[in-house]
């Protein structure tokens, strides 16, 4: 049995490689076509123009699918550690559940409305996707510390906070020199006053996202001895049916006559 086969292993490294193939083909066919510069752009300005807006709002939403599955099994591989690990805490396992699923609700924001289009609900999705990321690695990292000596080795655990740091620190100057970026244009000129603040955010934006992605490599040792598929599946169907239950009382609410 190779080692994919073994659990849920699969999830993470589905997400890992696919959401890695999203940025790297979309800023190759962005590239080919002259549609962005070649050094940093922004992730998301790689994914304005057709046809790579097409592939990456497509792999965007196909990864956090993924994200949403793994975020949820990682929860329940959690709840099967607290019979051991007592220490865990119920609540900080359930919010790092719920600020997953919206970072995730907020990459598809992201590859649904481009920056050049409708730039703040973009911007929103954005600041969801790593706000909520970042903090989720980190309690992830509390999570695994409360959690020893069950759960993973001491080595991933220092692998965990490495990666988790990395990305807090590179997104502080994600968000401040954007702050400084008065141009929004795709090509941008080195003699641009902007111009270093524009590169600097984009390079620190690219190593957040890669870091969040990558964070959840770490999960495929801890999937190996994780919970079984088909109980993943049934009780993720069952919070799949209760949200969709709420989406419908809202949508019909909201189709009342009014008066």
């Known amino acids: 049995m190779y080692w994919f086969e073994q659990g849920l292993c699969v999830l993470p490294a589905f997400l890992v490689v696919w959401s890695s193939a999203t940025f790297i083909i979309c800023y190759i066919i962005a590239i080919y076509r002259h549609d962005v510069d070649v050094i940093f752009p922004y992730i998301s300005d790689t994914g304005v123009s057709p046809p790579e807006s097409c592939i990456f709002g497509l792999m965007t939403f ?40 919206i970072s995730c609700f907020g990459m598809c924001i992201v590859a649904t409305f481009q ?30 510390f409360q959690a020893h000596p069950y759960g993973c080795s001491k080595y991933v655990f220092c692998v ?58 770490t999960y495929i040792h801890d999937f190996k001895v994780s919970i079984s598929l088909s109980h993943i599946v049934y009780s993720f169907l069952i919070y799949i049916y209760s949200f969709a239950k709420i989406l419908l009382f809202l949508f019909s609410y909201s189709s009342l006559p009014y008066g």
């Open 62 to 101: 196909i990864s956090a699918c993924a994200g949403v599955g793994t975020i949820y099994a990682r929860y329940k591989h959690v709840e099967l550690l607290r019979e051991d690990a007592t220490n865990v805490s119920a609540r900080l396992n359930k919010a790092a559940l719920w600020l997953g699923v």
């Open 115 to 144: 920056e050049t289009v409708v730039q703040i609900v973009h911007d929103i999705g954005a600041i969801l996707f790593f706000v909520c990321g970042i903090v989720y690695i980190i309690l992830q990292c509390f999570i695994s």
């Open 160 to 217: 965990r906070v490495a990666i988790a740091s990395l990305a807090a620190v590179a997104f502080v100057p994600t968000v401040i020199c954007a702050f400084y970026v008065k141009q929004t244009e795709l090509h941008r000129q080195k003699h641009d006053k902007d111009y270093p603040f524009h590169v600097a955010s984009a390079v620190c934006e690219w190593i957040v996202a890669f870091t969040f992605v990558f964070f959840f490599f």
